[in-house]
């Protein structure tokens, strides 16, 4: 549940990050850096300071610093403080758990926002989620995207608010 947790903590800092860093979400200012990656675009965002201790404690950093592309789905720190009492800590104690749970999030490739949109599912390293669009909101596996198209040099994050758990 560890590493869950810290994949976790690593998404959604990530994502974070970027949005801080970023203008519009998705665009880039004439000279403005694009983190190298996920992970590092997670690190240096306010608001995901939880999914990088997450993805510290499952030992997924390395992997999110790989050449990708990866898609992630960054719980913010809010989103994993809807998760049940002790549900976080035990997590975090179980880098197994953890992992997988962090793994739910992320989908191999590089899906914009734009593409997200138009399909029915995505299909993550755990499972697959339904993708639905109500008035303009558009939800993955329950959580609601709330920033789109943090980019990073191996990948795009896309912020959520609810942790998804896989089945």
């Known amino acids: 549940m560890n590493k869950l947790r810290l994949i976790v903590v690593s998404l959604i800092t990530m994502s974070a990050a970027f949005a801080v860093n970023s203008a519009v979400a998705g665009h ?3 000279g403005e850096t694009v983190p190298a990656t996920v ?19 499952a030992g997924l950093v390395e992997v999110l610093s790989g050449k ?7 719980p913010t720190n809010d989103a ?7 549900a976080l800590d035990g997590l975090l104690a179980d880098p197994e758990a953890l992992a997988g749970v962090l793994k739910a999030h992320v989908v191999a490739g590089k899906a914009k926002a734009a593409t997200v949109v ?3 599912q995505v299909e993550t390293l755990n499972g697959t989620y339904a993708v639905t669009v109500v008035d303009g909101v558009v939800s993955i596996g329950g959580a609601t995207v709330i920033a789109t198209d943090l980019m990073a040099g191996n990948g795009v994050v896309h912020l959520i608010d609810t942790v998804i758990l896989p089945d």
């Open 28 to 30: 880039h200012e004439k």
């Open 39 to 57: 992970v590092a675009l997670a690190v240096g965002a306010e608001g995901t300071s939880t999914l990088v201790a997450a993805v510290k404690a």
């Open 68 to 74: 990708g592309p990866f898609t992630v789905l960054a």
């Open 80 to 86: 994993f403080a809807k998760l049940p009492a002790g």
């Open 118 to 120: 138009t399909l029915d």
